[in-house]
Nanobody, 125 residues
């Protein structure tokens, strides 16, 4: 059974870098045809896709967040990490990691078959 678990600080100050890690168990993140995404949901708003890292290590980011986003991986620990720089209160959201079997830029939950439980990140001084 594949499971995802997000970890990271719940509070980040404006202008700092948000860093979250998704620990994957039950499957190697390098297994073929696995795409590991970060998705967020701000309070009172819909889901927003942030980016993914593929099983090959290649990455793809939302154009609106690309300049501030980096997704990397540690294959020895079977985890991948989101870094979002220069955060503002508008980056406050529940952040999820999720897995899809194909490269998707969608925020539609039906495109993902495995989700982490989500972690609340608040940007505030």
């Amino acid at each position: 059974q594949v499971q995802l678990q997000e970890s990271g600080p719940g509070l980040v100050k404006p202008s700092e870098t948000l860093s979250l890690t998704c620990i994957v168990s039950g499957r190697s993140i390098t297994t073929n045809y696995n795409y590991w995404s970060w998705i967020r949901q701000p309070p009172g708003k819909g889901m927003e896709w942030i980016g993914y890292i593929a099983y090959t290590g290649s990455t793809h980011y939302s154009p609106s967040l690309k300049s501030r986003t980096s997704i990397s991986r540690d294959t020895s620990r079977n985890q991948f990490t989101l870094q979002l720089s220069s955060v503002t209160p508008e980056d406050t959201a529940v952040y999820y990691c999720a897995r899809s079997p194909k490269p998707t830029v969608s925020s539609d939950p039906s495109d993902y078959n495995i989700w982490g439980q989500g972690t609340q990140v608040t940007v505030s001084s």
